[in-house]
């Protein structure tokens, strides 16, 4: 039974997808819960101060990452939610072929998680909500101030899995060496 298992994985019959669709769907929820959270609680433009380079803020993002075509006149939303559901369908057919190779699949899996979380938020808003906001002062301003822009969970699960992406391409390259 158990090379059974193991082959049912190499075939990529989606035996062992369950896992990573699970992980994804746990990093979906937790995104829509905290955006729920600031939705319920703050109004748009509102933000509390937590420490001196974070804050807690209520932000509507109608683009992409770091706010691209923010102000492109609303088509972009459909553009991002089909962007959004491509990558879904893709990400599915990859982990359903490569379920035993588990970097690879945490990365695809984090990133099919934040994907659908925006989504949702496209779907449900017409933008994404974004709280999360980064700041710094460096020489209390004097040299360089900057700001990072405001993000979420989802946002914060698709840059990791890019970089486990890119951490199992490097790892992956260096066992063929």
Not at 20 to 38: F, N, Y
Not at 69 to 76: M, T
Not at 90 to 112: D, E, N, T
Request: with cysteine; proline share 2%; net charge neutral.
């Amino acid at each position: 039974m158990a090379g059974a298992s193991a082959q049912a994985g190499r075939t990529g019959t989606g035996t062992d997808i369950w896992p990573w669709l699970a992980w994804a769907a746990v990093l979906m929820v937790a995104d829509q819960a905290t955006k729920a959270l600031i939705l319920n609680h703050y109004q748009l433009g509102d933000a509390t101060y937590i420490t001196s380079f974070f804050n807690i803020v209520r932000a509507h993002n109608m683009g992409a990452a770091f706010s691209f075509l923010q102000d492109a006149g609303g088509w972009q939303r459909w553009l991002f939610t089909g962007i959004g559901l491509v990558a879904t369908v893709f990400i599915v057919w990859q982990l359903r072929a490569h379920p035993g190779q588990k970097l690879f699949s945490f990365a695809l899996s984090s990133i099919l998680g934040g994907a659908v979380g925006n989504v949702v938020d496209r779907l449900m808003h017409g933008y994404v909500v974004d709280f999360l906001d980064f700041h710094w002062d460096v020489l209390a301003g004097i040299f360089y101030r900057g700001h990072f822009p405001a993000f979420n969970l989802a946002d914060t699960a698709i840059s990791v899995g890019a970089v486990c992406l890119i951490l199992d391409e490097l790892l992956r390259m260096r066992r063929e060496r």
